[in-house]
C-alpha cells in the first residue's frame, strides 16, 4: 500500500535545497540592507561634518 509518510531521498533533497535557498536569498536580503544602511550613516556623517565646517 501507498504510505503518505514515505518520503525518499529525492524529495528530501530536493525540500532541503528550497529551504536552504530562501534562507540564502532572504539572508543576502538582510545583509544588502544592512551596508546600505550602515552606507547611509557614514554618509550621513560625513555630510554633517561638511555642513559644519561650511559654516
Known sequence: MF????VNYGAAN???EAVKGG???WGLLIA????????VLVINKIAEK???KDK
Open 23 to 25: 534562507f540564502t536569498a
Open 3 to 6: 504510505n503518505f509518510y514515505h
Open 14 to 16: 530536493a525540500f532541503a
Open 50 to 52: 561638511i555642513s559644519k
Open 32 to 39: 544588502s540592507m544592512g551596508i546600505i544602511f550602515v552606507s
